[in-house]
């Protein structure tokens, strides 16, 4: 029950804030930014080539989200701002790689530093994101994005349904069939 109470007061204050930010508060959107900039950058640097391009872009998307807050005015309680940050950060993304005629990479999971320090952990670690790479490479775009979303980000079905513009019901269902396609795939490789 007190769980329950310091959990709704957080989206109570969470909310307090967003609602300040959208105001124009500077101090406001300087919380959410501290709250949600790591995680953005860890979406983006998934799928970029490099760790400044991936901070260039955090950049960027902070400063259009800090430019559309005036025009959310009216929506009050029903935003989800943690969506609607990831939606930018996906459409960034999106008119970034067709800028620059990339194709969306996933090879970044290998190149993650690894924070153990033991040297056949390292090893272990980074044999199984090599792995993993090469099983998520060979999903569908859709498919690579909802991993992403769920998994890389933490979205839930919904706030990755927005994000994408399918219903929740698709994005339960894609997930499904991408997490049971890779566990083929890595099943091959083990035996």
Do not use: C
Not at 6 to 12: A, C, I, R, S, T
Not at 98 to 124: F, N, Q, W
Not at 166 to 189: C, H, M, P, S, W
């Amino acid at each position: 029950m007190k769980q329950r109470m310091q959990d709704k007061q957080l989206v109570n204050d969470e909310t307090q804030i967003i609602q300040r930010a959208i105001s124009g508060e500077k101090q406001a959107f300087g919380l959410l930014y501290e709250k949600y900039s790591n995680a953005i950058l860890r979406y983006l640097f998934f799928r970029l080539a490099s760790h400044e391009e991936a901070e260039d872009m955090t950049e960027s998307v902070f400063i259009k989200a800090w430019e559309a807050l005036p025009s959310l005015k009216h929506l009050k309680k029903d935003l989800n701002f943690r969506a609607w940050l990831y939606r930018i950060a996906h459409n960034s993304l999106v008119d970034f790689l067709r800028a620059h005629k990339e194709e969306l990479s996933i090879d970044a999971i290998g190149e993650l530093p690894s924070r153990t320090l033991i040297p056949e952990k390292a090893t272990e670690q980074i044999e199984s994101k090599a792995e993993l790479t090469s099983a998520i490479r060979q999903l569908d775009e859709i498919s690579i994005q909802v991993i992403m979303n769920r998994f890389i980000a933490g979205l839930d079905h919904r706030e990755t349904a927005q994000i994408l513009g399918l219903g929740e019901g698709n994005i339960r269902v894609i997930q499904f069939r991408a997490l049971k396609k890779l566990k083929e795939i890595l099943g091959d490789t083990h035996e």
